[in-house]
């Protein structure tokens, strides 16, 4: 499943393990180090809703290997924090948990963003909001706190980047150059080289409240284009349509490059 979130309610722990059954894994991968302290994801599920934290969305990598220790997302929001906008584009701030129970990943908070018009999902780029990380080594619920308080103080950051997204206003040859460049998220060089894209269907928005020239359109509408395959490609004498991402860890991959991307627009 791809990593549009469009559930405002908090899932249920039986839709939860519907979504990831790795998260209620209750023991570490057999080649886990004896270092490893396995702590289930779900622990942190339970603590997180202390803190105000429901998830909406949870999915888990397809492994034919170690099943039930593969990497997993979470993704909390809390109903209390919404960024509001005076053109009625209300943001909820998320983060997103990646976690895994065989002993190669640590607990990966990353911050994210869901448009209520759209009911859209994005990913803040690491280099606007640094993710944080805790280890396997050790967990307190503590700790926990210590990191949501920290990601939840950076959120000024956030709404700074969005008000500059909004203010910066594109011409046609920025918005196409914009899409051109945007392409470099989902393809390769070589297939780049190798492929055409018609740039305006890219930038063509879906639905009437995207319809503009301000970074904040420009960037939500490739955005939604390029992770959910709404566009065609040629190839050779081929023209085919772009396949929709599934996989939760190369869609957090492209919206981090694209958030980036918008970014070297609004400096």
């Given at each position: 499943m791809p990593l549009n979130i469009n559930s405002e309610t908090f899932l249920t722990r039986e839709q939860v393990r519907t979504h990831a059954p790795s998260i209620f894994?209750?023991?570490?991968?057999?080649?886990?180090?004896?270092?490893?302290?396995?702590?289930?994801?779900?622990?942190?599920?339970?603590?997180?809703?202390?803190?105000?934290?429901?998830?909406?969305d949870a999915k888990e990598v397809k492994a034919r290997k170690g099943i039930g220790f593969q990497k997993h997302l979470v993704v909390f929001r809390n109903p209390d924090l919404m960024?509001?906008?005076?053109?009625?584009?209300?943001?909820?701030?998320?983060?997103?948990?990646?976690?895994?129970?065989?002993?190669k990943n640590a607990f990966t908070f990353t911050?994210?963003?869901?448009?209520?018009?759209?009911?859209?999902?994005?990913?803040?780029s690491t280099t606007e909001f640094e993710s944080m990380k805790i280890r396997h080594y050790g967990y307190s619920f503590e700790e926990l706190?210590?990191?949501?308080?920290?990601?939840?103080e950076r959120l000024p950051l956030t709404i700074e980047s969005l008000n500059k997204f909004r203010a910066v206003q594109l011409g046609q040859d920025q918005m196409l150059?914009?899409?051109?460049?945007?392409?470099?998220?989902?393809?390769?060089?070589?297939?780049i080289g190798n492929i055409e894209v018609d740039l305006a269907q890219l930038l063509e928005p879906?639905?009437?409240?995207?319809?503009?020239?301000?970074?904040?359109?420009?960037?939500?509408v490739v955005q939604e284009k390029l992770v959910g395959g709404m566009f065609s490609y040629t190839y050779g004498n081929k023209t085919r349509k772009a396949r929709?991402?599934?996989?939760?860890?190369?869609?957090?991959?492209?919206?981090?490059?694209?958030?980036?991307?918008?970014?070297?627009?609004?400096?």
């Open positions: 894994t209750t023991q570490g991968s057999p080649e886990t180090s004896e270092r490893y302290a396995h702590i289930q994801t779900d622990r942190i599920i339970s603590d997180m809703e202390l803190l105000g934290w429901g998830v909406v960024i509001s906008a005076e053109d009625g584009d209300d943001v909820f701030p998320q983060i997103l948990l990646t976690n895994s129970h065989d002993g911050a994210g963003l869901f448009r209520m018009i759209c009911e859209n999902g994005l990913v803040i706190q210590v990191t949501i308080r920290a990601m939840v150059e914009f899409a051109q460049r945007a392409l470099a998220a989902r393809f390769t060089d070589d297939e879906t639905r009437a409240e995207d319809r503009g020239t301000d970074l904040w359109s420009v960037f939500n929709q991402i599934k996989n939760f860890k190369q869609d957090i991959v492209i919206n981090e490059k694209l958030y980036d991307l918008a970014l070297s627009y609004a400096a």
